[in-house]
């Protein structure tokens, strides 16, 4: 199976590390020789219990993580806001409206990742990261780390923008949500907030509002269609992407204040599954410098 093995760099503080459960005889990684959080020694077969998988061959270490600080949860009647504040460049934004599959949030997430959508430090290792909650009254999370074989060192830069999370989406740090991401979620900085808060966003970078909707042969509402010359209109333009639930689709906010894009699909199907239109939303949006096809 191919792994995307992503590491924070130990100089970056959006999340913190309660503990550090190894297995016996093992030692610790490398990356994590400098940390300071309590070590504790378990056997294998507490190792096995705690992961929640059947196969455990390859898991020598699980940390305990907080919630990182990289997400922020604005209540739904807070009207003030600062939303300068909630990511570090707001040139390209995912935008999920009532998202409810885990399984397809944290593939969006994933897909926000390696399409560049947020660009980070970020150092990619020998160790595959997978999170898993262990107890979501103390915010605590399971980061499960496998030895691979191969061995890499890249680093990337920070700039870009982050997700944003309409009401009615799953928690993005549920576990299979957290499986699907491969970590994304503790690496992308996400925003838990209503409308009012989204449009004080676009209103304040002076962002264009896009959500990606099926044709339609309605004359009242017009449906752009995704091409290399739409893309490319928008190269210099802020965009908030907005994708909705695969069972309700877009809610009626969306559909209303949205510039409508559409995927043209010679098939014969409706509609793609939201994460798989997501990918190809990603990618063909993505800044063009980072775009190589």
């Known amino acids: 199976m191919y792994r995307e093995i992503y590491e924070r760099s130990l100089q970056d503080k959006s999340f913190r590390m309660d503990c550090l459960l190894l297995l016996d005889k093992v030692k610790i990684p490398e990356e994590l020789e400098d940390i300071s959080a309590r070590t504790v020694r378990v056997s294998s077969v507490v190792m096995k219990k705690l992961s929640g998988v059947q196969s455990s061959e390859s898991i020598e270490a699980i940390a305990l993580m907080k919630l990182p600080t990289s997400f922020i949860s604005i209540e739904v009647n807070q009207k003030e806001t600062n939303c300068q504040s909630w990511f570090p460049s707001s040139h390209r934004i995912l935008v999920l409206d009532g998202i409810q599959d885990p399984g397809n949030l944290g593939t969006l997430l994933r897909s926000a990742m390696a399409f560049k959508w947020v660009r980070k430090w970020l150092r990619i290792s020998s160790y595959l990261s997978i999170f898993l909650p262990f107890s979501l009254s103390l915010s605590l999370f399971i980061l499960i780390i496998h030895r691979t074989k191969e ?41 838990s907030g209503s409308w009012y808060h989204l449009e004080a966003l676009k209103d304040v970078f ?8 099926p044709e339609s042969n309605d004359e009242d509402r017009r449906v752009a269609r995704l091409s290399q010359e739409f893309v490319d209109s928008l190269a210099d333009v802020p965009v908030c992407l907005v994708l909705g639930s695969e069972g309700n689709g877009l809610s009626d906010k969306s559909q209303r204040v949205c510039e409508l894009v ?24 993505q800044p ?3 775009r190589f096809i």
Do not use: T, W
């Open 151 to 191: 061995k890499s060192d890249f680093k990337g830069i920070i700039q870009q923008g982050g997700v944003f999370l309409l009401p009615g989406c799953c928690d993005p740090f549920n576990e299979k949500a957290l499986r699907a991401s491969r970590g994304a979620c503790f690496q992308l900085p996400m925003v």
């Open 206 to 213: 002076q962002m264009k509002l896009l959500a990606g909707h």
């Open 262 to 285: 559409s995927i043209p699909m010679p098939g014969e199907f409706e509609s793609l599954n939201v994460s798989v239109a997501g990918g190809i939303f990603l990618y063909m949006l």
């Open 288 to 290: 063009k410098i980072q």
